[in-house]
């Protein structure tokens, strides 16, 4: 019913930059929520940023003041753009969308398939 697509990711040295992108797609009446979330292997995925469609954001006090995250209603899109990249910013990076849909009361959680984030020193 919905589909959700990252891209983006890549190799970068520390102090650059990365946007990442995600579009969701399908049977969706509205979105609630979309973020972004990173994992490395033996740890617990933690939310990096989240945007209402309202335009309300949270940050992860990690990332505060370096990343940004964005959104296009219109394509149900969301941006990220990482600034000042640390290596400690590693990981595969998942997009999330939390969507109302056509079809079933309630809100569902979707997930992309990931895209690696990987800073080097």
């Known amino acids: 019913q919905v589909q959700v697509v990252e891209s983006g990711g890549g190799l970068v040295q520390a102090g650059g930059s990365l946007r990442l992108s995600c579009a969701a797609s399908?049977?969706?009446?509205?979105?609630?929520?979309m973020g972004w979330y990173r994992q490395d292997p033996g740890k617990q995925r933690e939310l990096v940023a989240s945007?209402?469609?309202?335009?309300?954001?949270n940050y992860a006090d990690s990332v505060k003041g370096r990343f940004t995250i964005s959104r296009d209603n219109g394509k149900n899109t969301v941006y990220m753009q990482m600034n000042s990249l640390k290596p400690e910013d590693t990981a595969v990076y998942y997009c999330?969308?939390?969507?109302?849909?056509?079809?079933?009361?309630?809100?569902?959680?979707?997930w992309g398939q990931g895209t690696q984030v990987t800073v080097s020193s």
């Open positions: 999330n969308s939390d969507v109302k849909l056509k079809t079933m009361i309630g809100t569902f959680r979707y």
């Open positions: 399908g049977s969706i009446s509205s979105i609630v929520t």
């Open positions: 945007i209402t469609s309202g335009g309300s954001t």
